[in-house]
């Protein structure tokens, strides 16, 4: 794999800062600058299910045939999928979002880098797993927690949503270390 643009790369001081992985994935650096864009691309970042152009015009408080227009341009970029062809309509594609997170982060960490937060966050997903005695975030009924333990139903959801936040972040870091040893790249290439 080629290295990147230099100017693509982070400098010694940005390598010594923990990620930000609520920056990360400035999805909206892909396509920012014009508002009506934006406005756009708001939209689809919004979008649970798939919706149609009618709905996204409305999301994003624009005319039907500008959100035509910039949903073939997103989904030509990968940023939306299209589902269907009548009427047309389009989900967000996560995993065209992950992707870029995965690249910033090996654009600017390096590998011994990216396993010391891969480090850092193993342990808190551990920290977790024992503080609410279970292998998995979603094994945890937050009512149950809540009425065991005395705290309200709002604080044990928030140690439960960062819990799965810390899995999320393994997940990108993973992926990235995995990208970094070549072994995705060297599969892809040797086809």
């Given at each position: 794999?080629d290295?990147?643009?230099?100017e ?11 990620p ?14 014009d ?13 649970d ?9 409305e ?11 910039y949903?073939?341009?997103?989904n030509?970029?990968?940023?939306v999928?299209?589902?269907t062809?009548?009427?047309?309509t ?16 090996r ?7 990216l ?6 966050e193993?342990?808190r ?24 333990t ?9 140690d439960?949503?960062?819990?799965k ?9 993973e992926?990235?270390l ?11 290439t040797?086809?």
């Amino acid at each position: 794999m080629d290295e990147p643009n230099s100017e693509l790369t982070a400098s010694a001081e940005e390598r010594a800062e923990s990620p930000e992985f609520e920056s990360l994935t400035p999805p909206a650096e892909v396509v920012h600058g014009d508002r009506t864009r934006d406005d756009f691309f708001d939209a689809v970042l919004g979008l649970d299910s798939p919706a149609t152009v009618g709905d996204v015009a409305e999301y994003a408080g624009h005319g039907v045939d500008a959100a035509r227009e910039y949903l073939e341009w997103f989904n030509r970029m990968g940023i939306v999928t299209r589902v269907t062809e009548s009427p047309a309509t389009y989900k967000r594609n996560q995993e065209y979002l992950n992707w870029r997170r995965v690249q910033r982060l090996r654009d600017r960490h390096t590998t011994d880098e990216l396993l010391d937060y891969l480090t850092a966050e193993t342990e808190r997903d551990e920290e977790y797993s024992e503080v609410f005695e279970a292998g998995s975030p979603n094994a945890v009924s937050i009512v149950a927690r809540a009425s065991e333990t005395g705290r309200s139903v709002e604080e044990v959801w928030e140690d439960v949503s960062a819990w799965k936040t810390t899995r999320r972040r393994i997940s990108l870091l993973e992926r990235a270390l995995r990208t970094d040893s070549g072994d995705s790249t060297a599969q892809r290439t040797a086809v």
